[in-house]
């Protein structure tokens, strides 16, 4: 039985990795596209990478973009895949603010791209289109049917994208879907967003490398869940026998501030000692608060995540830790010197 094969755009981020590995599991043969650099940026599917002159080999990458949409048909042609896991974006809203165009480019019209390469080629394939709980905007939570209100070009560029996924499948009987993801975190999340830059200062700070912290909005209000989970539902989205857009979340909100107090109370700091806000990391226009109604992906997919709001952050923890080579112990040991020094 031939194995199926998945294409995945964005394969070196944070989802892209954990995807890759979980279809992979599932026995997938998975192929990544990668930008060209003059540096490597592989480092999270390092561990699932083998040389492709080996036998058994089941992860190609295939150098690519989503600006790129000639390349994009020659892929598609080229690999024949059975399911494509559209995750390439720039995918971070403070920084859509200074790069709009770019940001309307990739995450908008990078997603018309792909949907018009499957149109010309004619591959019978099924499409999943990385959707965004900044669509909402400042509609109140709970998010589901919700009006979408978007605030910020990031959330415009992922809407637009949203709209022409839906437009494709009901004019040209495409099987493609959206899942609309509310806020996905975890160990591999790049080191500017506010989860894991505040993971990494903990252990920066216990390691004695950094003093403080500097932050935006500490008010704003996330659905925060595990990518690890959030890609299942990528998954089961595809095997369903009708195409249909889903709300992916948990559920549970968590405002910045009490994600910082749990992230440094696990290694028993007092986050207000080092946490600071910086005007510059506040946006023109912000969001809120997002919290996930998932009901019907729990109904109609059977998914539900499994990893909660404190065990995520611990993970992140100590995975920072022990990139400074510290157990949680050994960071709680060194916290409980440096306050002792302090109250001295």
């Given at each position: 039985m031939t194995a199926k094969r998945a294409l995945i755009t964005g394969i070196t981020g944070q989802d892209g990795s954990y995807l890759a590995e979980s279809l992979m599991a599932k026995g997938y043969e998975v192929h990544g596209m990668i930008r060209r650099a003059s540096s490597f940026n592989t480092h999270r599917i390092d561990h699932l990478y083998r040389d492709p002159?080996?036998?058994?080999?089941?992860?190609?990458?295939?150098?690519?973009?989503?600006?790129?949409?000639?390349?994009?048909?020659?892929?598609?042609?080229?690999?024949?895949?059975?399911?494509?896991?559209?995750?390439?974006?720039?995918?971070?809203?403070?920084?859509?603010?200074?790069?709009?165009?770019y940001t309307g480019d990739t995450v908008g019209l990078g997603v018309t791209r792909l949907l018009e390469a499957i149109r010309e080629t004619g591959v019978p394939t099924r499409l999943y289109q990385a959707s965004s709980s900044e669509m909402f905007g400042d509609?109140?939570?709970?998010?589901?049917?919700?009006?979408?209100?978007?605030?910020?070009?990031?959330a415009i560029a992922k809407l637009y994208a949203h709209w022409m996924v839906r437009n494709y499948r009901e004019a040209y009987g495409m099987y493609a879907v959206a899942g609309i993801l509310f806020?996905?975190?975890?160990?591999?999340?790049?080191?500017?967003?506010?989860?894991?830059?505040?993971?990494?200062?903990?252990?920066?700070?216990?390691?004695?490398?950094?003093?403080?912290?500097?932050?935006?909005?500490?008010?704003?209000?996330?659905?925060?869940?595990h990518s690890s989970d959030f890609v299942e539902a990528m998954w089961l989205m595809l095997q369903q026998e009708t195409p249909s857009d889903y709300v992916i979340g948990t559920g549970r909100g968590h405002s910045v501030r009490e994600f910082c107090e749990h992230a440094f109370g696990l290694v028993g700091l007092d986050w207000e000692q080092f946490v600071e806000v910086d005007p510059r990391y506040l946006r023109p226009t912000d969001v809120e608060n997002l919290v996930a109604d998932h009901s019907r992906a729990k109904a109609e997919l059977g998914w539900e995540p499994t990893t909660s709001f404190e065990d995520m952050v611990k993970v992140m923890v100590e995975s920072d830790l022990a990139r400074e080579r510290l157990s949680l112990s050994e960071a709680r040991s060194r916290a409980r010197s440096r306050l002792g020094g302090a109250r001295a």
């Open positions: 002159h080996e036998e058994g080999v089941r992860l190609f990458l295939h150098h690519g973009d989503v600006t790129d949409g000639s390349q994009l048909a020659r892929l598609i042609r080229k690999v024949e895949p059975d399911e494509i896991y559209n995750l390439a974006a720039q995918s971070h809203v403070q920084v859509s603010f200074e790069q709009p165009e509609a109140p939570p709970p998010q589901s049917d919700t009006p979408f209100r978007p605030r910020s070009p990031y806020n996905h975190e975890g160990e591999r999340r790049g080191e500017t967003f506010v989860t894991r830059k505040t993971s990494r200062a903990v252990a920066r700070i216990v390691a004695g490398k950094q003093d403080k912290l500097y932050l935006g909005n500490l008010d704003a209000v996330r659905d925060w869940g």
